[in-house]
């Protein structure tokens, strides 16, 4: 965690540790990074999350090639198209990934907060947070680093994303930080893998289906979320979650 002393920040060893391994890996190509920080530096401790939409392929197929037993992590917020739901179970069975982690909220939430599903119309910020935010808070502690999708294209903020980055609770690993939206469209047809159905539908960021709708060719991606609302990121605190699409 950074810490204020006297109005100065002070790095912890950790911040200073992300930066010794974003300078080792400068030059390394995404496979060999995730090679690296799945066999040694964070054996055991690592875990990568997916909405499993337009981009997602690509990163789960380099995982895959190095440790299908990788946990992947996704949001079931149980507002999901009916097409992600068996885009994902089609990518995990080609990749043979064996350690899928569906969290959903809790039940009680639902009850307690939603019981018409109507919560994403008068409160969206609420909606996400006990569909997305609490179901992954419970289990950040669980790993020292989490594999991220994010990269530099993708916004002004992130223009100057490092490939590892310690926010006071875990690393996160950004290996395809310098990729290209036409190198991710590249890799996942060099590696013959399926498209997300809704793509060629004119969906181009993917989330619930309550909030989600297709973009006319040129507009931004993320346009037809939450379109109409000020509204434009899930609220996830743990941002490896935002890679790109978010959920
Ligand atoms: S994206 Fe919409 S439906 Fe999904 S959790 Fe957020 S507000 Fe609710």
């Known amino acids: 965690m950074t810490v204020l002393i006297n109005n100065l920040v002070a790095d912890t060893p950790e911040h200073e540790y992300a930066r010794k391994l974003s300078a080792k890996y400068e030059g390394w190509n995404a496979e060999s990074i995730l090679r690296d920080v799945i066999e040694h530096e964070f054996a055991g401790t690592i875990a990568m999350t997916s909405s499993f939409g337009a981009d997602a392929a690509a990163l789960l197929h380099l995982v895959a090639k190095i440790d299908r037993t990788t946990p992947v992590i996704f949001l079931d917020t149980d507002r999901h198209f009916f097409q992600t739901l068996q885009y994902r179970d089609e990518l995990v069975e080609q990749l043979g990934l064996t350690n899928l982690v569906n969290l959903r909220p809790a ?3 639902v009850r307690a907060l939603d ?3 109507t919560l994403f119309q008068s409160d969206p910020d609420a909606c996400c947070n006990f569909r997305k935010t609490r179901p992954l808070a419970a289990v950040t ?6 594999i991220s999708g994010r990269k530099r294209h993708q916004a ?3 223009a100057n994303l490092s490939v590892v980055e310690y926010d006071g609770r875990g690393f996160k690993i950004n290996p395809l930080a310098n990729w290209t939206a036409q190198d991710v469209t590249d890799y996942i047809r060099a590696n013959g893998l399926p498209e997300h159905p809704l793509v060629e539908q004119g969906y181009p960021s993917i989330g619930c289906f309550t ?8 507009q931004d991606a993320r346009s037809g979320r939450w379109a109409g609302q000020d509204k434009t990121e899930c609220g996830i605190h743990l941002s490896v979650y935002e890679d790109g699409e978010g959920i």
């Open 107 to 109: 039940l009680e939430d």
């Open 156 to 158: 002004s903020t992130r």
């Open 211 to 218: 909030c989600t709708k297709p973009v006319e060719a040129g």
């Open 115 to 117: 019981p018409k599903n």
């Open 141 to 146: 502690k669980d790993y020292a680093a989490w």
